[in-house]
T-cell receptor, first 110, second 114 residues
């Protein structure tokens, strides 16, 4: 079983749609959680951290369920510029090393 | 503030040769991480250096090696290159191990083995 699992997609949604991505992780002792965004042939960039109480950054909302070992990302009012691969990332161990999911591909269509 | 810088941006080598990739972390960051991303695939962890020491390595053969210098910059060496080594190699840095703030990535070195 992979440490971090994501639905690879692709998700193709029209502009203005709401889309949700899910992620599960296997290590119950994981400490920190993130969503990264990676554009085609570019480096991953931190989108947002994920907190236990849930957090929002503009059109983006992240949720964490430690009991179910589940993380989600909700994007509202999708823009063409949201098209990218979204990586679920978990830190574990005494060194809090990051483990990356394989990503979910999103294409927002005009 | 300069971000993570990697060089070269592109590298073309023939099978059997050696490749050296370089990374300079963000000023003040002591940890450097190397990842391989083959086309269409996810990030595969290669190596982690902190304070000049190798702290962890991923499931890669010994021909993948590296080091970290006193100024915290790092290089990744790949010996006896194989065609399957063609990939984007990403370097990331963090303020310290155990950071709550994730990693910052460089823009990568695209290695092509022919």
């Amino acid at each position: 079983r992979k440490e971090v699992e994501q639905d690879p997609g692709p998700f193709n949604v029209p502009e203005g749609a709401t889309v949700a991505f899910n992620c599960t992780y296997s290590n119950s002792a994981s400490q920190s959680f993130f969503w990264y965004r990676q554009d085609c042939r570019k480096e991953p960039k931190l989108l947002m951290s994920v907190y236990s109480s849930g957090n929002e950054d503009g059109r983006f909302t992240a949720q964490l369920n430690r009991a179910s070992q589940y993380i989600s990302l909700l994007i509202r009012d999708s823009k063409l510029s949201d098209s990218a691969t979204y990586l679920c990332v978990v830190s574990s161990g005494s060194a809090r090393q990051l483990t990356f999911g394989s990503g979910t591909q999103l294409t927002v269509l005009p | 503030e300069a971000g993570v810088t990697q060089s070269p941006t592109h590298l073309i080598k023939t099978r059997g040769q050696q490749a050296t990739l370089r990374c300079s972390p963000i000023s003040g960051h002591t940890s450097v991480y190397w990842y391989q991303q083959a086309l269409g695939l996810g990030l595969q962890f290669l190596l982690w250096y902190d304070e000049g020491e190798e702290r962890n390595r991923g499931n890669f053969p010994p021909r993948f090696s590296g080091r970290q210098f006193p100024n915290y910059s790092s290089e990744l060496n790949v010996n006896a290159l194989e065609l399957e080594d063609s990939a984007l190699y990403l370097c990331a840095s963090s303020l310290s191990p155990g950071t709550r703030y994730g990693y910052t990535f460089g823009s990568g070195t695209r290695l092509t083995v022919v």
